[in-house]
């Protein structure tokens, strides 16, 4: 059974930090891309980075791009999403997704086969 176990999100202030976490069971992280999503209320779901598994290149969306660095530590089976400067308008629910197809990727795709259960992140003083 394949799982993707989220943690660290929570409450945080505006100009502050905090690290995502993305556990996987039942699949090698080595095998799967990893996608960072994230969806405010009243909004649709966003992209916010991703990293192809045979490379490793990774991307951001503009809006975070330069603040939140994905990575992945392969011994661990972990992927993470840390945040840094973050603004009122990160606030939103943020979701990992992985996926075994995507050995090279040159832009984020939307469709992902597993995700996780999704952590709420609030950036408010």
């Known amino acids: 059974q394949v799982q993707l176990v989220q943690s660290g999100g929570g409450l945080v202030q505006p100009g502050g930090s905090l690290r995502l976490s993305c556990a996987l069971s039942?699949?090698?992280?080595?095998?799967?891309?990893i996608g960072w999503f994230r969806q405010a209320p009243g909004k649709e779901r966003e992209g916010v980075s991703c990293?192809?598994?045979?490379?490793?290149?990774?991307l951001y969306a503009d809006s975070v791009k330069g603040r939140f660095t994905i990575s992945r530590d392969i011994a661990k089976n972990t992927a993470y999403l840390q945040m840094n400067s973050l603004k009122p308008e990160d606030t939103a629910v943020y979701y990992c997704?992985?996926?075994?197809?995507?050995?090279?990727?040159?832009?984020?795709?939307?469709?992902?086969?597993?995700w996780g259960q999704g952590a709420q992140v609030t950036v408010s003083s």
């Open positions: 997704a992985a996926d075994p197809r995507y050995s090279y990727l040159r832009y984020c795709p939307d469709d992902y086969l597993y």
């Open positions: 990293m192809s598994f045979q490379d490793g290149i990774t």
């Open positions: 039942g699949v090698t992280l080595n095998w799967h891309a």
